[in-house]
């Protein structure tokens, strides 16, 4: 057989041997075949042959689609000797007797069509031996995509997807991801202990997915944008581009860049439709996405899906790392602001149970920061705020504001008065329960303006209370005139208030432009023990002075 191969390095050429043997260089190795038994077989080499038969080859054929496997089973066809096709080899081997134009008409019993009907009867009957022979295509894929070889693999896979959509995985939505420590959040570090990370919490996925997972992006792009359009139900889509996250972010064989363009390209394709994945599961992307400085829309993308089903959310899912290249990392307060106004936005329901719920999780989140000794003012304000903005529409009250910003100046002690301020400024006592108002009255690590205005919330939640409980115990033709009664002692007590507010508040004033602190300190805690004593007595509620 006139085959043989040199180890001599050689790049893209083809020179004469002897007059019947042409020597082909691929890859830097050179490659020898008989001129005449192929011209036999080719049709694109024998009208090379005959129409220029001095010219240099090499120029001719400088585009052959072909590595050194496809064409020694070329040479091994045109010998005469029989090829093992498989789903390894088949694409290549298409592509190749396609450009030498190995068809029926030049030769019978050609090698074209014979590669083709085995693709046809052994490949794409079978999902897995469709997809191996996607993996072969390589260097091939443009040729592959013109002969509409990857089409058909993509229709076949599209088919027996909609035919089982378990192929695709089972749906996202029954998963569940690994228990976390919730200090992870607060320590992501650098960026490769941040993917290692992010690889123990995505779940694992199972063998017939991880094989159409294993394709190169180009390849699953294209087959998962067919399936979409095919009618593939969007849940089982859903799952198999999250197996295709886990599969390639956590890789580090991938580039940096590489894995940008997987978690940009599958924001992309994931459905529109919410419910389709965890919630915890979407916040891991998005973590990843910034690690990774994926492209604003994809940032973006996700914290919309996040804010659909927001209320499904834990509290370790809000911890948002800003950045992950240091050791400590601050919550990127800003995009959580983005997903509460995504949820508010593209809130329907009818129901307020929805906005209860988010409420309760951003209190919880407050005060897990809270505890949090670096946390800025500024940032643990702006959570606060949007905490309060939460619970705006609904009944409950405010209470776990109001634990959050105390647990924040227990571990922030170092704050100045203005600070503590400021951090303050979002309490609002009137939302507040009568106990809380109560505690926040008597705390010492409130500011002394912030105490004043707790004493007077509970001053008048407790004038409130006691006057609803007389009017309720009345009967008869006595409830006009206590009602009146009532009447004038409620204007009374409310110039008094405002009279008594007045007076505190120039006191106050007075004392702050002396610099008094101590002053400041000992009339705050006499006044806020005589008003309280006074006020029990008006109201009939002290049994005695020393229930104080």
């Known amino acids: 057989m006139a085959l043989s191969r040199s180890v001599e390095p050689f790049s893209w050429q083809i020179k004469p041997e002897s007059t019947s043997h042409i020597r082909i260089g691929i890859g830097g190795v050179p490659f020898t075949l008989d001129k005449r038994l192929l011209a036999k077989r080719s049709a694109r080499l024998a009208t090379l042959l005959d129409d220029t038969p001095h010219e240099d080859l090499g120029r001719l054929l400088h585009n052959i689609p072909a590595d050194l496997e496809t064409l020694e089973l070329i040479a091994r066809f045109c010998h005469g000797f029989d090829i093992n096709m498989s789903s390894e080899n088949i694409i290549p081997l298409i592509c190749l007797a396609d450009y030498l134009k190995m068809t029926e008409n030049h030769s019978a019993n050609n090698l074209l069509k014979a590669a083709h009907v085995f693709f046809e009867q052994k490949i794409l009957p079978s999902w897995n031996e469709s997809i191996k022979s996607l993996h072969s295509a390589g260097h091939t894929f443009q040729q592959a995509m013109q002969l509409c070889l990857v089409d058909a693999c993509s229709e076949s896979l599209t088919a027996k997807a909609l035919a089982n959509p378990g192929l695709l995985g089972d749906p996202a939505t029954d998963l569940k991801l690994d228990g976390e420590d919730k200090e992870d959040h607060h320590r992501y570090g650098k960026y490769i202990q941040f993917i290692c990370n992010a690889r123990q919490r995505l779940f694992v996925c199972g063998r017939k997915s991880e094989e159409l997972t294993s394709l190169p992006l180009h390849l699953y792009k294209h087959i998962i944008e067919r399936m979409i359009h095919g009618g593939v139900p969007q849940k089982n889509i859903a799952r198999s581009l999250c197996l295709?996250?886990?599969?390639?972010?956590?890789?580090?064989?991938?580039?940096?860049?590489?894995?940008?363009?997987?978690?940009?390209?599958?924001?992309?394709?994931?459905?529109?439709?919410?419910?389709?994945?965890?919630?915890?599961?979407?916040?891991?992307?998005?973590?990843?996405?910034?690690?990774?400085?994926?492209?604003?829309?994809?940032?973006?993308?996700?914290?919309?899906?996040?804010?659909?089903?927001?209320?499904?959310?834990?509290?370790?899912?809000?911890?948002?790392?800003?950045?992950?290249?240091?050791?400590?990392?601050?919550?990127?307060?800003?995009?959580?602001?983005?997903?509460?106004q995504s949820y508010f936005e593209n809130f329907e329901s009818s129901d307020a149970s929805g906005l209860v719920k988010v409420a309760k999780l951003m209190e919880d989140f407050l005060?897990?920061?809270?505890?949090?000794?670096?946390?800025?003012?500024?940032?643990?304000?702006?959570?606060?705020?949007?905490?309060?903005?939460?619970?705006?529409?609904?009944?409950?009250?405010?209470?776990?504001?109001?634990?959050?910003?105390?647990?924040?100046?227990?571990?922030?002690?170092?704050?100045?008065?203005?600070?503590?301020?400021?951090?303050?400024?979002?309490?609002?006592?009137?939302?507040?329960?009568?106990?809380?108002?109560?505690?926040?009255?008597?705390?010492?690590?409130?500011?002394?303006?912030v105490?004043?205005?707790?004493?007077?919330?509970?001053?008048?939640?407790?004038?409130?209370?006691?006057?609803?409980?007389?009017?309720?115990?009345?009967?008869?033709?006595?409830?006009?005139?206590?009602?009146?009664?009532?009447?004038?002692?409620?204007?009374?007590?409310?110039?008094?208030?405002?009279?008594?507010?007045?007076?505190?508040?120039?006191?106050?004033l007075e004392s702050e432009e002396r610099g008094d602190v101590e002053e400041q300190c000992c009339c705050h805690k006499q006044k806020k023990v005589s008003l309280w004593r006074e006020m029990k007595k008006k109201f009939c509620c002290m049994s005695g002075l020393n229930d104080v």
């Not at 439709?273 to 992307?285: A, Q, V």
């Open 451 to 508: 105490t004043v205005k707790a004493l007077f919330a509970s001053q008048l939640q407790l004038r409130d209370a006691i006057t609803k409980e007389a009017q309720q115990s009345d009967y008869g033709s006595g409830i006009t005139r206590v009602g009146e009664e009532d009447e004038g002692n409620l204007g009374s007590d409310e110039e008094e208030r405002i009279e008594i507010e007045e007076k505190m508040n120039r006191r106050l």
């Open 367 to 449: 005060a897990e920061t809270a505890r949090d000794g670096g946390l800025k003012v500024s940032a643990f304000v702006s959570l606060a705020e949007m905490a309060s903005s939460a619970s705006v529409g609904t009944d409950r009250c405010c209470d776990g504001i109001y634990g959050a910003v105390d647990i924040y100046l227990d571990k922030n002690q170092h704050l100045t008065e203005s600070e503590r301020v400021n951090a303050c400024r979002v309490l609002d006592f009137h939302k507040m329960s009568p106990r809380a108002c109560e505690h926040a009255a008597q705390n010492q690590r409130l500011p002394l303006r």
């Open 244 to 340: 295709y996250v886990k599969r390639w972010i956590c890789s580090f064989r991938m580039q940096r860049d590489s894995q940008r363009e997987v978690i940009e390209v599958v924001e992309r394709l994931l459905p529109c439709k919410k419910d389709l994945l965890p919630c915890s599961l979407l916040f891991e992307m998005l973590r990843i996405s910034i690690a990774l400085e994926a492209s604003f829309v994809c940032r973006n993308g996700l914290e919309i899906r996040i804010g659909k089903q927001l209320g499904q959310a834990m509290v370790k899912d809000l911890f948002i790392p800003s950045v992950c290249y240091s050791n400590q990392v601050e919550c990127d307060v800003e995009t959580v602001r983005r997903i509460m």
